[in-house]
């Protein structure tokens, strides 16, 4: 490694300390309580930690931004950045009916698992992604199909395609969204990827960012028009216009269910409009709120860049929606529409 080299990497983990160095414990913090029900039909919600989701709805499952293996900031400064099995093993025997995997983008921290999940989702699960993941995990010839949705995401004046999946039960449409710098001007990884890299990622500086998306996901019934459930997911975004969308795609369907980063929370909590005001949910699910470079098996804090304690406050006050700050590996339900 080059002088040059290791000065570049040892300034990008003391700027990953400063983001993530001052959280507050979250030891005591009053997470929602899941609420799984068992023979009762509906849409689940599994959060797993950082923007890690499942939903399963009538024996399909979709997987968003797959990430278990919490890693110490000096590994991902300084040395290998790869899955660790004790962390993720406990997980797979519920990826089994994942036909589907959505990556908001290219970070280390949003699909660091996908590689090794990947022999154990469905045989034909697809991964809707940028194109620079395309490029990032083409050395590995992973038993996966992929969708890059850079020319196909929607814009605020622009509507997206709708791509069809997990054998017609869901169908999925990117959005164009962004993704904040991690701390004041800095801006981890930023880069697009434009050709196939020659050797595995195993550094989290291989994981460059490419475009950031976000996501509509709708939940078919069997007539394949009926929507049951939508989910809308956006887990990096810099607020108004990132995510946004026509809307006359509203007009068909509200969501019901938003999977949103913290950087949302921050946004609407100071008064901005953000996509909240938009899309109207039913029910938030904010994520990404923790210092990711801790294992699980310590205690909770948060990421330096929130507070989770006023937001919590905040969002209790605002009785407009359902606002829920999900613990780890917590489970959630929603109840299939009346007929």
């Known amino acids: 490694m080059s002088v040059t080299h290791f000065h570049r990497r040892t300034f990008l983990t003391t700027a990953l300390g400063a983001v993530v160095g001052c959280g507050a414990p979250l030891k005591r913090f009053p997470f929602a309580q899941g609420d799984a029900r068992s023979g009762e039909p509906g849409l689940t919600v599994d959060f797993y930690g950082v923007t890690c989701f499942r939903l399963e709805w009538q024996n399909t499952a979709v997987l968003v931004d797959p990430f ?18 004790e962390q ?3 997980y797979i025997g519920q990826l089994k009916q994942v036909e589907s995997v959505l990556v908001g983008h290219s970070h280390y921290d949003h699909v660091l698992d996908l590689p090794y999940v990947a022999p154990h989702l469905k045989p034909t699960a697809t991964v809707f992604s940028n194109q620079t993941l395309v490029h990032t995990l083409a050395p590995l010839d992973l038993p996966l199909r992929y969708q890059a949705m850079n020319e196909r995401a929607a814009r605020p004046d622009q509507p997206g395609q709708w791509v069809p999946a997990n054998d017609g039960k869901v169908r999925v449409m990117a959005i164009h969204s962004g993704h904040p710098n991690n701390y004041a001007f800095f801006h981890m990884w930023p880069r697009t990827v434009t050709k196939d890299r020659e050797t595995a990622p195993t550094r989290a500086s291989h994981f460059q960012e490419g475009i950031t998306l976000a996501f509509l996901v709708d939940f078919l019934q069997s007539d394949g028009q009926t929507i049951a459930h939508r989910v ?3 887990t990096s975004s810099r607020g108004n216009p990132d995510g946004f969308f026509p809307a006359s795609v509203l007009e068909e369907r509200g969501v019901d269910v938003a999977l949103l980063g913290m950087d949302c929370a921050n946004i609407e909590a100071s008064g901005t409009p953000s996509i909240i005001d938009f899309i109207k949910p039913k029910t938030v699910l904010f994520c990404h709120w923790e210092n990711f470079f801790r294992h699980k098996g310590l205690p909770p ?5 929130v507070d989770m304690a006023p937001l919590k406050k905040h969002f209790d006050a605002d009785k407009r929606f359902d606002y829920r700050f999900p613990g780890w590996d917590t489970r959630y339900f929603f109840p299939d529409p009346a007929p």
């Open 68 to 85: 278990w293996t919490y890693l110490p900031l000096l590994k991902v400064g300084l040395g290998r950045s790869t899955s660790d099995p």
């Open 88 to 90: 993720v093993d406990p």
């Open 232 to 234: 809308y997911v956006q």
């Open 301 to 305: 804090r948060e990421i330096v860049k």
